[in-house]
């Protein structure tokens, strides 16, 4: 197991336990299940082992996909639960493959830049994909806040491919999706969701670890092509 968890900063410690504690404080406070706590734990272990680069995340990620599919069922949020079924259950298992055979000697994950060509290209079809999937939203008569739901299905297919193909670009996506994902709880609390205050503390939780992910994957990125 050692060799899975490898080494820990001083400020991914910090980081992971803060956020913990603050899920477990709402929890007691808000009288949360202990089934969105554990949501938001695997969530916020997944997303600091993917800043790593390490294969665990995908464990985690596949409890915190299915538990979260089915807060965004509840809620009324179907773009995110048809693209948690049906996209990060079976990417999952894809991007643990993929990145067990794209690893060093020494086992860190061998990342990638992309060109500017394919940089602008996945940004014409986040914005072209998220326009015509807030459309067919719309007409679901109980779709919630359509758009900013669409925005956050495709930036989240989008990212997940960069991921998987270990591009370090993945995470300027997840910058953007992180904050609208956060607009969209606010949205859902002001509306009545019991879940809404920590999905909202999740999220941004999520959204500082992209930024230090982007850190982290920056310079992993620019240490293979030296």
Known sequence: MGNYLGR???Y???WLGLFSGIAI???VIMKDTLFGFT???TGVLCV???AKGNLLTYVFGMYNTLGYAYLAYVNGLFGELALNLLFFVPMNVIGYMMWKRHRLSGGELVMKQMNLKNLLLVAAVCV????LLGFALSF????NSPYIDAITTVLSVMATFLMVKRFKEQWLLYIVLNMFTVLLWIIRLLDGSPDGVLMIVMWSAYLINAIYGY???????????Q
């Open 25 to 27: 404080v709402l929890t």
């Open 128 to 131: 072209l994909g998220s326009l």
């Open 215 to 225: 850190y982290i994957w920056n310079k992993g990125a620019r240490e293979v092509r």
């Open 12 to 14: 991914e410690i910090a």
């Open 140 to 143: 679901i008569p109980s779709q």
């Open 39 to 41: 949501v938001f734990l």
């Open 48 to 50: 600091v082992l993917a």
């Open 8 to 10: 820990w900063s001083l």
